[in-house]
């Protein structure tokens, strides 16, 4: 009897079985895709630092402005006459009448003689630096809003060269002056780290990349050749000698999809140090400069990047 009953109990189980069969879990939801087609942005931290939109998808079309640059003469007449930074930055805005028929090939070549720019190396953190500036300048901020802005600072980077010579000590005050090499001497690493940002945020085309590798191996040459004619003297790595290679960096790890896994890594902890190379940076091969009070990269991972971000470049350029 009792197995009657454990047979009939399993028939039951075969027949509800087959009745109602098993139910299939619901695929889960496909992930959202990364922004930038898979690039994460690694300056998005400090958005929350300012009060403004870093490159904003929604842009002002400009191609009928033709209105000239900016002046900072006003600035420099009554700079003596103010205190404290605020009121320093506030003479240098330009009018919202101005602004709204410049040309924004002027106002890039505006935008780079900011008397300020220069600053945001003075900040503990380059990068924290670069977004603080950009919010200071209402010219800045109106250039990342327009649609060809970061073209225009791509144009002006491959106008404006690096000094052969140590530079004089005048200081240009108007849009027009902006070829001046005493300009050039302490602007290009403002500039070049406003095209960081440009880049990061992917504000240029295929071709305006082609162009951008370009420009930055020019640049590079340029401190090369300045260096060899004077005796390595003119342009150290912690200063501007790195700058092109920070920003080849951040091309080479933005765009440049034949790198190797370690060839990116590389890359990332060179893009990390160079946030901040006055402090120590765990994991990173450094050793303590004394003479200057600044961490050094390891010269052998100095030689592996500028390898790396050369190569990097020559590919992109293609």
């Not at 205190?83 to 009448?97: F, M």
């Not at 990332?268 to 402090?279: A, E, G, K, T, V």
């Not at 400069?289 to 590919?315: A, C, F, G, P």
Request: aromatic letters at 12%.
């Amino acid at each position: 009897m009792k197995i009657l009953r454990l047979l009939a109990l399993l028939l039951l189980t075969m027949v509800l079985t087959t009745a109602c069969p098993s139910i299939e879990p619901e695929p889960e939801p496909e992930p959202e895709p990364e922004p930038n087609d898979g690039y994460v942005q690694l300056l998005s931290r400090y958005e929350a630092l300012v009060d403004y939109t870093p490159w904003p998808a929604e842009t002002k079309p400009d191609a009928n402005l033709t209105g000239p640059g900016g002046n900072f003469s006003y600035w420099w007449e009554h700079r003596t006459e103010v205190s404290g930074a605020e009121a320093l930055w506030g003479l240098c805005r330009l009018k919202d009448e101005q602004l709204a028929t410049m040309s924004t090939r002027n106002l890039a070549r505006t935008v780079y003689l900011y008397p300020y720019g220069f600053e945001f190396d003075a900040f503990p953190d380059s990068y924290n630096g670069i977004f603080l500036e950009m919010g200071r300048f209402n010219g800045t901020q109106e250039l990342m809003r327009r649609s060809s802005g970061a073209a225009e600072l791509l144009h002006l980077y491959q106008e404006v060269h690096y000094p052969q010579k140590a530079p004089g000590t005048y200081i240009p005050l108007d849009y027009t002056e902006y070829l001046n090499e005493s300009l050039a001497f302490v602007k290009l690493p403002y500039l070049s780290f406003l095209l960081i940002t440009a880049v990061d945020y992917g504000r240029f085309q295929p071709q305006e990349i082609r162009t951008l590798a370009n420009a930055i191996a020019n640049k590079m040459g340029e401190i090369a050749a300045a260096n060899a004619a004077n005796n390595n003297e003119l342009y150290s790595w912690i200063g501007n000698v790195r700058i092109p290679y920070v920003l080849g960096a951040f091309v080479a790890y933005r765009y440049d999809a034949a790198l190797r896994e370690k060839e990116r890594y590389d890359l990332r902890s060179f893009i990390d140090y160079s946030f901040n190379p006055y402090l120590d940076a765990p994991g990173l091969p450094l050793k303590l400069d004394t003479s200057q009070n600044v961490w050094v990269l390891d010269q052998d991972l100095i030689s592996k990047i500028t390898e790396i971000v050369s190569t990097s470049l020559l590919r992109l350029m293609q």
